[in-house]
């Protein structure tokens, strides 16, 4: 949200929301009431502004948060895979139990998982450790997968430790996790985020609409008074007319809280 004269890097998501005071004739609006618009509209601007780049801050860092708990996911996956041979080799022929040492060691490093992704960690019968997601294992016994982050880092996966018939690594994307801390970071990325930046969006439809509609003479004219207005490139849109190439003349009419959902 920016004043045109100001210049401010765009927050809004999708688009640059500006305020602007800008070909209203002299006549229409006096001098003090302009001011006190434009004192008032720069406010709601540095407001918006501030939300906005707060929810831009913690999805950047929600996003590189989820792909520190991978790479340290990653760490621990084979540490654990080791541990559990070691176990199934001390339990062989001639060796009653494992030493409590590698029991101490496994146990440690299962709490660490639970921490960071959460899921089912469960101990076999022969003192190895399973760990699941969403009932796809990470390690089972001496195998240890290997967790993945798509591209735009929105979403967790597995990589088996095999491959198809085209030599092609299996894998499967977890639709969700809901436990640990890359549940809580998804839940950010996915959920909290995205939720604000739609408020967002739709708090500024409401300004266009409701501010540039008080300078409509009626309903699908272009307003004379034009405050507000969404700026994609170097081209501004805030006319409110119906028909015309400006979106914001297919903007619904705000009458209530439901019309900004």
Known sequence: LVHE??????????????????????????????AAITASANNVASRLNGVATIADTLLTNSKSGLTDTARQVNTLLPELAAI?????????????????????????????LQKLVGGQSLINGDGTATQLVNGIPLVERAVA?????????????????????????NGQTLQTIEGGQAGALLQVINGFVPSIQQRLNAIAIGLVK???SAGQS?????????????????SIFSSLKAGSTDPTGALPNITSDEDLT
Do not use: W, Y
């Not at 507000?228 to 170097?234: D, M, T």
């Open 5 to 34: 004269d100001e210049q401010e890097t765009p927050v809004v998501h999708g688009s640059q929301f500006c305020f602007f005071f800008l070909n209203s004739p002299a006549s229409a609006v006096p001098s003090m009431t302009a």
């Open 84 to 112: 559990n041979a070691k176990i199934t080799a001390g339990t062989s022929p001639g060796n009653t139990a494992p030493s409590a040492d590698l029991m101490d060691e496994r146990d440690r490093i299962l709490s660490s």
């Open 145 to 169: 997968n290997t967790l993945t982050i798509s591209s735009d880092q929105t979403q967790i996966g597995v990589k088996f430790n095999s491959k198809d018939n085209l030599g092609n690594p």
């Open 210 to 212: 409701v501010a540039n």
């Open 218 to 234: 009626s309903p699908g004219t272009a307003t004379n008074v034009p405050i507000f207005g969404f700026k994609v490139g170097n």
